[in-house]
C-alpha cells in the first residue's frame, strides 16, 4: 500500500486529490500539510476535504509528513512545490508536483534536485486524457508540416494565476519540436493594434479568464482553406486528480530522476 501526503490539503485540487486517495484502494492518506499559519492547522483533515473525521490533523508544513509517507503529491504553486521539493529531496521521498509557472531558473534547480536524488514527476497537466492530446497534436503538427498556422486558446476560471496556462505552454513546445522550431523565437503571447500580417512560423497564445472555468485547450491548425481543431475541455477537477494519484503509485516504484506523464502512461 502507497502511503500519500498531500500538500495545500485545504485547496481546491488539494482537498479533491485527498478525497479521492481514500476512494482509491492501492493508496492510502496517511497527511495533509498546509502552510504554518493556515488557520486549519491542528484541525481535522476530513473538515478540510469535507468529509467525516479521518484521524489525520492537519500539518504545519511537509517536515511533519515526511517520515510517515511514501510520496508527496502537490499542486501548490511553483514557488511552494520547489520548497517542498528541497525537503523530500533530503529526505528521499519521491514526490508528484502539478504546480505550473515554473521559471527557467527554477526548473534546473527541480532538476538537481532530482538527478540521483529521488525520482519526480512533474507535469502541466496530470490528466490523461491531456497528455493523449500531446501525444496526438505532435502527430498532426508533423503531418501537416510548416503551411498551417498554429494557434493555441486556452480558458480557466478567474482564480488561475499564471497566463498562458502550464498546459498551453507544454502544447506550445510540443508543436515546436515537431516543426523542428524554438519556442522562445516564435511564440507569440499578445495581439493588440496594427501588428502586421501574421509570421508563418508564429505559435499564437491566447488568454481567456473567466467565471469558474475548469479548463478548456484547443490548438488549431489552420491554412487557407481549411483548418483542423484539436480540443480537450475539463469538466472537473477530477480528471487531474485522478492522474496525479496514477503517478504517485507509479513514480514510487522509479529509479531517480525526473519523469512527466508521458512516461506515467508509457507513451514516451
Partial sequence: MVRA????????????????????????????????????????????????????????????VLEHCDVVIDFTSAAVSLQHLEAASQAG??????????A????????????????CVLAPNMSVGVNVLFKVVADVARLLGH??????????????????????????????EALGRNLDMVGVYARHGLTGERESQQIGFQTVRAGDIVGEHTVLFANLGERIEVTHRAHSRDGFARGAIR????????????????????IK
Fill in 247 to 266: 503517478a504517485a503509485m507509479w513514480v514510487v516504484q522509479q529509479s531517480p530522476g525526473l519523469y512527466d506523464m508521458q512516461h506515467v502512461l508509457g
Fill in 93 to 102: 521521498k519521491p514526490m508528484v508536483i502539478g504546480s505550473t509557472g515554473f
Fill in 104 to 119: 527557467a531558473e527554477q526548473l534546473e534547480r527541480v532538476r538537481a534536485l532530482t538527478r540521483d536524488r529521488i525520482a
Fill in 5 to 64: 501526503a498531500v500538500a495545500g490539503v485545504a485547496g481546491r485540487m488539494g482537498a479533491r486529490i485527498a478525497q479521492l486517495v481514500r476512494e482509491t484502494s492501492e493508496i492510502e492518506l496517511v497527511a495533509g500539510f498546509e502552510r504554518p499559519d493556515h488557520p486549519l492547522v491542528g484541525k481535522e483533515v476530513g473538515e478540510a476535504i469535507g468529509s467525516a473525521p479521518l484521524g489525520i490533523t492537519v500539518a504545519a508544513g511537509i517536515g511533519e
Fill in 147 to 176: 503551411d498551417y498556422d498554429v494557434e493555441i486558446v486556452e480558458a480557466h476560471h478567474r482564480f488561475k494565476k499564471d497566463a498562458p496556462s502550464g498546459t498551453a505552454l507544454k502544447l506550445g513546445q510540443v508543436v515546436a
